[in-house]
């Protein structure tokens, strides 16, 4: 491309904000996109990355802030404007992309179709041949029986391809890819990656989100940094990924954390040999002890949330196996692991740990209904009184054991979900994200309790994205990166910049 079309922005955001009732997720976002181009947009859970994302794509709408759009103030209201004004999205969940049930031929053209451009009652015949023009524009020669297949048999890495091929039939100025190599293989990453360039060689304009840092390191033109919805870092080719994860991670790069009083266990509580936790992640082998806090660092797609719900029993691991006090561990779900003693704190509170409309003491008594029911009729004065415990205990805010959990602050409704758990006598707790939205006052009243657990004896394993809340819970940090640990020490042995480097791919003696 020559220089002079190189100064024009195929994409510009200035000022962009968007709230959520009291919840400020974008705090004034600008950046701009050149033609030719990729950047790549990273950040870490709770960024404001996927907000940003709808919005361009027109599921969301600003609050405040422009879209410019090759030069011209563009106005998204739903996702049929933003691709007429050039925004074409590929979005992370491909099977809310797809509808099963029909043909891939009628996938490839159910955006004509809604738009009435294909008729909606035709014959296969004569979709089939729309549907490989369609195809063609990713140079996809695919026969005629496999067009007319059910979309839902198509394999992940064809239905990527479809959903890239229909996105570009529009011919867009932007290209948005939210995650496109989550679920393939590396040789289906590579042939992916090939598109992508040929794209940017032709002149488009793609942005990139992925948490994949070498595939980010190897593709990306630009790279834009989003924390707590600002953005903290820009940078152009060559990348300083080391800088960027900092970036992503803390404003504050201090090097060594604050002393704790590291303990170290003995006993292994569970051992893991051969696991694997992603699809393109090499198998492993872990023991996780008694006493001892575990501080698992990973970012998002890292695979910390597959660990933890393996280990429970919520999941099934891709391979590999499991020992729980020395002797063969094979959850078929959860209720396995709690009655083993095997707790999981969920990532998502809101989703996996809490029903609406529900108290406080119906919260907390949920996983240990026996415990209050004896001969199957809930004991409610015994229910209050376990629910009394954990709000004295973990020092909650509300009006008592009857007051709807979803009615409480969001530091508040995670004391009570930790909480239950940690009045069960655990030998096992598994926490995953247990400090995201909530205050510091509450993220270090949790750390205190976390710590005083393995004082008594419990395995305790804290999973999280945040450098600074590992440090100043953990004895022990391991460092995930695409399902692989790539660092495993004791925290009297290592440092901020040791951690930072494992994360960034950085070579790390472990």
């Keep these: 491309m020559n220089d002079e079309v190189n100064q024009e922005y195929a994409l510009e955001l200035k000022d962009i904000t968007k709230s959520f009732g009291a919840n400020s997720v974008l705090k004034g976002v600008s950046l701009s996109l050149r033609p030719g181009r990729i950047m790549a947009f990273i950040g870490a859970n709770g960024a404001g990355k996927s907000t940003l994302i709808k919005i361009l794509a027109g599921v969301y709408q600003r609050d405040a802030g422009e879209i410019i759009i090759a030069g011209e103030v563009a106005d998204i209201r739903d996702p049929m404007s933003a691709a007429a004004q050039g925004i074409q999205t590929v979005h992370q969940r491909i099977d809310q992309s797809v509808v099963p049930g029909l043909t891939v031929a009628e996938n490839f053209l159910f955006e004509d179709i809604v738009k009435d451009l294909v008729p909606r009652v035709t014959s296969m015949r004569r979709l089939v041949p729309l549907a490989q023009k369609v195809a063609s524009t990713l140079d996809l020669d695919w026969s005629d029986r496999k067009m007319r297949t059910d979309v839902y048999d198509l394999g992940t890495a064809d239905t990527q391809m479809l959903l890239l091929a229909r996105a570009l039939v529009e011919h867009p100025k932007v290209l948005v890819l939210d995650e496109p190599t989550s679920a393939l293989s590396q040789a289906e990453v590579e042939r992916l990656f090939d598109v992508i360039r040929r794209l940017r060689d032709e002149g488009m304009a793609i942005l990139y989100v992925s948490h994949h840092l070498a595939e980010i390191s190897s593709l990306a033109d630009d790279l834009v940094v989003l924390r707590d919805g600002r953005i903290e870092d820009r940078q152009e080719a060559p990348l300083d990924m080391q800088h960027a994860v900092r970036s992503m991670l803390s404003r504050d790069v201090k090097t060594q954390a604050s002393a704790i009083d590291e303990q170290r266990g003995d006993k292994v509580a569970i051992k893991l040999h051969d696991v694997q936790l992603l699809q393109r992640s090499a198998p492993f082998d872990l023991e996780l002890r008694y006493g001892e806090v575990t501080g698992i660092i990973g970012l998002l797609g890292a695979g910390k949330s597959e660990l933890a ?21 094979r959850p078929k779900n959860g209720s396995d692991g709690v009655q083993r003693g095997i707790y999981l704190v969920p990532e998502d509170r809101a989703r996996e740990a809490m029903l609406g409309g529900w108290s406080v003491s119906q919260t907390v008594s949920l996983p240990f209904l026996s415990n209050v029911s004896p001969m199957g009729v809930i004991n409610l004065r015994k229910e209050r009184d376990k629910a009394q415990a954990v709000l004295d205990d973990f020092a909650v805010v509300s009006t008592g054991p009857d007051q709807r959990v979803d009615a409480l602050s969001g530091g508040n409704q995670q004391k009570v979900v930790v909480g239950r758990w940690m009045n069960g006598k ?25 710590r005083q657990a393995a004082r008594d004896g419990a395995c305790v394993v804290v999973l999280a994205s945040d450098i ?28 901020r910049n040791a951690i930072v480097s494992s994360m960034s791919k950085e070579d790390v003696n472990v």
């Design 309 to 329: 719900r393996g280990i429970f029993g919520v999941d099934r691991f891709r391979a590999g196996t499991m020992s729980f006090n020395g002797e063969p561990y």
């Design 426 to 450: 655990p030998q096992v707790i598994l926490m995953d994200e247990p400090f995201r939205g909530v205050d510091i006052g509450a993220r270090y009243d949790l750390s205190d309790k976390a």
């Design 468 to 495: 600074e809340e590992i440090e100043e819970v953990a004895d022990r940090i391991l460092v995930l990166v695409d399902g692989q640990i790539v660092l495993d020490r004791y925290t009297s042995e290592t440092d």
